[in-house]
C-alpha cells in the first residue's frame, strides 16, 4: 500500500496520508486505514470546494469585461488553474507550474498578467501549498520554478520593472509562511511523539522494575518450600503430625507463588541487578511515617476495618504508592499536613494519601512518570488509582482500590 501510494503521489504527501497508518504484523490497522481514508477524503473536498469559490469568482469578473477581446483564452487559463489546486497536496510543485503556466500562455496571447484581480489567489496558495506539503530540496526546486515562470510571464507582457518585485513576492511570500508553517508542524509532531515515548519508556522501566521486585518475592517462596519439603521429610518416620504441618507450610507457600507467577506473566523482565534487599511490606508504612515524621513532617497514618494478611506482591504495591506519594507531597508541598488512610473492607482494601495543598504550587496538567508508575502497580493487581486534585478545598489526593476477594482466598 505504501508503495503504490509512493508510486502515484509525491513522496512528501505520503507521510501525512498513508504512511500515518498503523501497521499490525503483516498487515494494516483496520481503523487507522479508515481514519487515513476519511482524513483524505475530507482534504480532497476541502481543495475541490477552494478551487471551485476561486474559479468561480474568476469567471465572474471574466464575464464582467476584466479581460475584453480575451474572454475566450482567460476562461480556458482559469479551468486550468482551478484544476492544478485540486491537486496542490497531492502534486504541490505541478499544480504551481500548471497556475504559472496558464499565466505565461495568456500573457504571450495579450492578457496582461495585472488584467485579472483572481489569479493572484491561484498563485498564492499553488505556492503556499509547495511551502508547506514538500520536503526542504523539493520545495525550494518548486520556488524556482515559480519566481522563473512568473518572471517570464510578466516580461511577455512588457509591463514596468516594479510588476517584477510584486510578482516575485507572490511566490514568495506564501512559500516562505508555508514552509514555516510545515516546520511548526513538524517540530510539534515530534515533540507528541517524544512525549509519547518518554510515556511509554517509563511504563516499560516500571514493568521491569515490578517484575525484579516478584522475582525476589517468588524466590523466596521457592527456597521457603524447599526448606519446608526437605524438614517434613525427616518428620514423616517419627513425627507424622509435624510433617504433615510442614507440608501444609509448602501447600499454602505454593500457593502464593503462584499467585504471584500469574501476576508476572506479561511483564517485561529486566537484566539481573546486584545489590538485592529485602522488599518491604505493608506493615513498613508505619516506618515509613515515622521516618516522615522524624524529619518534621506532618503525617499520619490511620488504619480503618480489620487488617489481613496480604499477598507479598500486593502488600509491597500498596506500600511503594504510599512512599511514591509522600514523595510528591515533599516535592510540591513540603509545608502541607498529610494524611495516609488505610481501609480494609469484606471485597477490597482502599489507601487514600491526602495531603491538604499547603505551600502546593500549581500543579502539570499531565501526570509524572511517578504516577504512571502507581497506576501500573494497581493495575497488576486488577485495582484502581486516581490521583489529582480535590475541590473545592484544593487539597491533592491519590486513591488506590484493590479488590482482595481473590488475593485473600490464595493467601
Not at 529486566?270 to 516506618?287: F, I, K, N, S
Amino acid at each position: 500500500m505504501r508503495e503504490l501510494a509512493a508510486r502515484w503521489m509525491h513522496p512528501a504527501a505520503v507521510p501525512e496520508t498513508l504512511m500515518g497508518m498503523r501497521w499490525v504484523g503483516d498487515g494494516l490497522d483496520v481503523h487507522s486505514v479508515s481514519s487515513s481514508v476519511r482524513t483524505m477524503g475530507a482534504e480532497r473536498r476541502e481543495d475541490i470546494l477552494l478551487a471551485g469559490v476561486i474559479g468561480l469568482a474568476g469567471l465572474v469578473e471574466v464575464t464582467l469585461g476584466a479581460v475584453p477581446g480575451h474572454a475566450l483564452v482567460a476562461n480556458l487559463s482559469l479551468l486550468v488553474m482551478t484544476a492544478a489546486l485540486i491537486i496542490r497536496r497531492l502534486r504541490p510543485r505541478t499544480c504551481l507550474t500548471l497556475v504559472l503556466l496558464a499565466l505565461t500562455v495568456q500573457s504571450f496571447l495579450g492578457v496582461a498578467v495585472n488584467a485579472q484581480l483572481m489569479t493572484i489567489p491561484f498563485i498564492l496558495v499553488a505556492a503556499y501549498s509547495v511551502g508547506a506539503h514538500l520536503d526542504r530540496k523539493a520545495s525550494a526546486i518548486g520556488l524556482a520554478i515559480g519566481t522563473t515562470l512568473v518572471s517570464v510571464a510578466i516580461a511577455a507582457t512588457g509591463v514596468g520593472g516594479s510588476d517584477y518585485g510584486f510578482g516575485l513576492l507572490l511566490i514568495t511570500g506564501p512559500w516562505i509562511a508555508g514552509v514555516l508553517v510545515r516546520a511548526r508542524a513538524g517540530a510539534e509532531a515530534e515533540a507528541v511523539a517524544s512525549a509519547q515515548r518518554r510515556t511509554r519508556r517509563a511504563a516499560d522501566d516500571e514493568r521491569e522494575r515490578i517484575a525484579r521486585e516478584l522475582h525476589d518475592i517468588v524466590s523466596h517462596g521457592l527456597s521457603a518450600m524447599v526448606v519446608q519439603a526437605a524438614a517434613a521429610a525427616e518428620l514423616i518416620d517419627y513425627s507424622p503430625e509435624a510433617a504433615r504441618k510442614a507440608m501444609h507450610e509448602v501447600q499454602a507457600t505454593g500457593a502464593e507463588a503462584m499467585l504471584e507467577m500469574r501476576h508476572m506473566l506479561g511483564l517485561m523482565r529486566g537484566g539481573e541487578t546486584a545489590g538485592r534487599r529485602p522488599q518491604p511490606a505493608l506493615d513498613d508504612v508505619h516506618e515509613l511515617i515515622a521516618a516522615e515524621q522524624a524529619v518534621g513532617h506532618s503525617v499520619s497514618l490511620s488504619v480503618q476495618g480489620t487488617p489481613r494478611e496480604l499477598p507479598r506482591g500486593l502488600a509491597l504495591s500498596i506500600f511503594r504508592i504510599v512512599q511514591e506519594s509522600l514523595t510528591n507531597v515533599r516535592k510540591h508541598a513540603s509545608r502541607s499536613r498529610c494524611e495516609v488512610i488505610i481501609t480494609y473492607t469484606p471485597v477490597a482494601l482502599q489507601v487514600e494519601i491526602i495531603d491538604d495543598g499547603g505551600g502546593r504550587p500549581q500543579r502539570p496538567e499531565s501526570p509524572g512518570f511517578g504516577i504512571i508508575g502507581m497506576s501500573e502497580r494497581a493495575r497488576l493487581y486488577g485495582g484502581t488509582l486516581e490521583a489529582g486534585p480535590r475541590l473545592p478545598d484544593g487539597s491533592w489526593v491519590v486513591r488506590g482500590r484493590f479488590p482482595l476477594e481473590h488475593h485473600v482466598g490464595e493467601s
